[in-house]
């Protein structure tokens, strides 16, 4: 599985961005794309994730009401993920990535939050001036 990322910028606060992953090269049908962030010194952490098939989505509480994850099925060799981020703040500044995860099986909804996701791609920086 490959992933591209793209969007990320220099942004003032209170401003907007929006993300995109390209994922493709799935085996399985089942998949789930999240969106993590890693700021300097601090450890990654998941912000929204989504199921593309059903559109079960997840939100960290930080980002809650100012971010939101969308995906694009059209084309079935790849999945497209979007992370639509608006008021942005100071803390929002980090490298973010997108990873996928597939599965032969079903996944319940309520495991979208804690997937082993095994794709990663190369990141793309977010940078918030106060």
Not at 22 to 32: H, L, R
Not at 38 to 59: F, H
Not at 91 to 115: I, N, Q
């Amino acid at each position: 599985v490959q992933l591209v990322e793209s969007g990320g910028g220099l942004v003032q606060v209170g401003g907007s961005l929006r993300l995109s992953c390209v994922a493709s090269g799935f085996t399985f049908e089942n998949v789930a794309i999240g969106w993590f962030r890693q700021a300097p010194g601090k450890e990654r952490e998941q912000v929204s994730s989504i199921m593309p098939n059903d559109g079960t989505t997840y939100y960290a509480d930080p980002v809650k009401g100012r971010f939101t994850i969308s995906s694009d099925n059209a084309n079935k060799k790849e999945k497209k993920a979007y992370l639509q981020m608006n008021n942005l703040k100071p803390e929002d500044t980090a490298v973010y990535y997108c990873a996928a995860f597939e599965s032969d099986g079903h996944v319940p909804r309520f495991l979208l939050w804690k997937l082993d996701y095994e794709y990663w791609g190369q990141g793309t920086q977010v940078t918030v001036s106060s």
